[in-house]
């Protein structure tokens, strides 16, 4: 992995073009650059989780085409997962160590004993679960075998929670699941519900599909095995240089180019890994340099880099797995969340490009010259198959709805396209090995983060408490639906410092959401609400991994740049407050199309004066440091009036649109025109105005 590198054309008779290595060559130290301590697995435990990958993806195509296994056999959807967990959820143990002094260069005797626990649990209950399904094992009637067998694959699950989520994790799982034993307990109050004894919790646990083998699983399962063996592809057949040339093409010449581009580059590549970390371990290591350079300071290059690698995951066609968790939750196709995805995504990222055009233009920060970047026909030229790779897949999506089989067809495409266009990164035996390692790295880790979190769908399940709970919330808030969001996103953002992305979506799916879907908020709203205010917690201090890890390649203060991250994205904590509001923001309804074309308008038109607000800089009236003393309050102004524009009406909200926009063209007219007066009558003096 290199960074750019290029000299100046105003310097040089023949400037030298930018010229990238692919971002993502190395791809085993970039994933172990994600967890602080994993071990790299060698010899024969190497081999065999590749040979427990290809497993995998073998079983997931089998169950997903139908084939039977060529034999006529057809496995149950539990039988089926009871084998994926089988085969990765044991290497939890053999990759990532027990303790901060657990040997990385050697696997202990006792993570030997536990893959081997681990492994024999699942196959165990795997040969047992047809027979649960056909005498109802999961409520009662179990044989204490199968019991046994279900309280070792219960304290295993909590393990590997442990190690893959960490201590904060399985803290706010483990007493979820053992819930049930105690549920009637009189000072449970509001949590209070049915109470299971040991054994009816652990047959539910492991045997029903309500737990275990429940809504988490089921997504990996059915759609994030083949998205991911998708991304990987993509990744390994040299698309991250192409989308991170085609990004400098397009976008290097604009005001603030280099920034430009590293937003436009971290939306591209993150359809790849569905990964906030890799994302800007990826991109940043190419841009953050370039914008340097071009002079940006180094935590605002790494803020910009951070909130485009957050926004990334949120975007489609690809996105997180988180993603595929909601589409369960709601039983909806994962088509259908993803164009729910397509106008915040959008929102936000305009908001990005706002907010760097005017600093760039505040700090008179241009763009690289064209002589140095790469040529757009000859960057097209070299990996057109690419673009064709994906529009089969989003044909595949939203036309087809055939999310499981998408991925699978676009990568067998991109794979065949690979083979016969490219030179330089066609695939040998060795290069087959260390894709299944690499997804073989990227399975296990969500096994054991979505198995242990499925058991905290299961305890609410057992114990029917979320109905109760759901009515004690809106007790609490009075009704008010505004109170009652904006507990949920101070909740969901204290959670997401703490848990993962999809671990806090699915506590706050079973508790807050049903309460504010019995509010009368539309329910595809209500789950990206809470998805995206739990991402939020990448970019917002004192947690905030992706500013982190952005400031670490660009060498600034961390918490400097955490800040400079929530100030740079800020319009991604209005967003979701906004499709709540009118859920055409996220495509609902019965003919939401029009309607959101003109809301999403009015949004972007908002956010240009929010944007202009906060960098000081309004576009299409100059640098507002011209106005004297009267800086300040005009961006105020305009940021409370661009917010006001922004906020749909109707609905919840007690003012309808056209009393909302009147109002927020009230606020703005006035302040813009009193500071395009003052701009153009008070010139811009170099050296009186000083960069701030």
């Not at 290097?252 to 581009?261: L, S």
């Not at 970390?277 to 290591?285: E, P, R």
């Not at 073989?440 to 609410?460: D, K, N, P, S």
Request: hydrophobic share 55%; aromatic share 12%.
């Amino acid at each position: 992995m290199s960074s750019a590198s290029s000299t100046a054309g105003s310097e040089a008779p023949a400037a030298k073009r930018i010229e990238f290595d692919d971002p993502h060559g190395n791809l085993s130290n970039l994933q172990e650059a994600e967890v602080s301590r994993v071990r790299k697995l060698g010899g024969g435990w190497r081999w065999a989780l590749i040979i427990a990958t290809a497993a995998t993806i073998l079983l997931c195509i089998n169950q997903q085409f139908t084939l039977r296994f060529f034999v006529g056999f057809t496995q149950l959807n539990t039988e089926y997962f009871y084998l994926l967990i089988a085969l990765m959820l044991p290497f939890t143990f053999l990759i990532f160590p027990g303790s901060e002094n657990a040997p990385l260069d050697r696997i202990p005797w006792y993570d030997v004993v536990l893959f081997v626990m681990t492994g024999a649990s699942a196959i165990w209950l795997m040969l047992n679960v047809r027979q649960a399904a056909l005498l109802g094992w999961e409520y009662s009637g179990a044989p204490k075998s199968v019991i046994a067998v279900g309280l070792v694959m219960w304290g295993v699950l909590m393990e590997a929670l442990r190690r893959t989520g960490g201590w904060s994790l399985v803290l706010c799982v483990f007493p979820f699941t053992v819930y049930p034993l105690f549920a009637e307990a009189s000072w449970l109050g509001p949590f209070r519900g049915s109470q299971a004894d040991l054994e009816q919790a652990t047959s539910y646990h492991v045997l029903s599909g309500e737990s275990l083998l429940g809504i988490p699983i089921q997504a990996f399962a059915d759609t994030v095995i083949g998205f991911l063996v998708f991304g990987t592809a993509l990744m390994m057949t040299g698309a991250g240089k192409f989308f991170i040339n085609l990004s400098f093409a397009l976008c290097g010449t604009f005001r603030g180019g280099a920034a430009k581009v590293c937003i436009f580059a971290s939306g591209l590549l993150g359809m790849m890994s569905g990964s906030i970390i890799s994302n800007v371990l990826t991109a940043g290591t190419m841009t953050i340099p370039v914008m340097k350079k071009s002079g940006f300071r180094a935590s605002y290059a790494a803020a910009i880099e951070a909130c485009a690698s957050t926004g990334a995951v949120l975007a489609p066609p690809v996105m997180g797995a988180t993603a595929f968790v909601i589409a369960q939750f709601l039983n909806v196709s994962y088509a259908e969340v993803a164009l729910a995805a397509i106008i915040p995504a959008v929102l936000f990222y305009i908001g990005l490009f706002m907010q760097v055009d005017s600093y760039a233009a505040r700090h008179g920060l241009e763009g690289i010259p064209r002589s140095e970047l790469p040529k757009v026909m000859d960057t097209i030229k070299d990996g057109w198959y690419y673009i064709f790779v994906i529009a089969l897949l989003i044909v595949m999506l939203l036309h087809f709805k055939r999310e499981s089989h998408a991925p699978f067809y676009a990568t067998a495409l991109l794979l065949v396209l690979n083979q016969l266009f490219s030179k330089d990164t066609r695939w040998t035996f060795s290069t087959i090995n260390k894709f299944l390692e690499v997804n073989g790295r990227t399975f296990v880790e969500l096994a054991g983060i979505l198995a242990g979190c499925g058991l905290l769908i299961g305890a609410f399940s057992m114990t029917g408490v979320v109905s109760s709970l759901a009515n004690d919330l809106l007790h609490i808030a009075g009704d008010n639906a505004f109170l009652l969001l904006g507990m949920c996103a101070i909740t969901s953002l204290i959670l997401g410092l703490g848990l993962t992305t999809t671990a806090c979506y699915i506590f706050l799916a079973i508790l807050v959401a049903p309460a504010l879907e019995k509010l009368g908020l539309n329910k595809m709203a209500v789950h990206m609400f809470i998805f995206y205010w739990g991402m939020l917690s990448s970019i917002t201090p004192p947690v905030a991994i992706a500013s982190f890890a952005a400031a670490g390649i660009a060498g600034s203060p961390a918490m400097k740049t955490g800040w400079e991250s929530m100030w740079v994205g800020s319009i991604i904590y209005f967003i979701p407050f906004f499709f709540v509001l009118n859920p055409v923001l996220v495509l609902q309804g019965s003919s939401p199309y029009f309607e959101a074309l003109g809301l999403m308008g009015l949004a972007a038109f908002g956010i240009l004066f929010i944007c202009g607000g906060i960098q000081g800089y309004q576009v299409f009236v100059g640098d507002l440091r011209r106005t004297g003393a009267l800086e300040w309050p005009l961006r105020i102004l305009l940021v409370i009036g661009g917010f006001v524009i922004a906020t749909p009406g109707g609905g919840i909200n007690p003012l309808s649109q056209l009393q909302i926009t009147s109002i927020g063209l009230a606020i703005l007219a006035p302040a813009v025109a009193i500071a395009l007066l003052m701009v153009r009558r008070q010139p811009l003096v170099a050296g009186r105005l000083r960069v701030r």
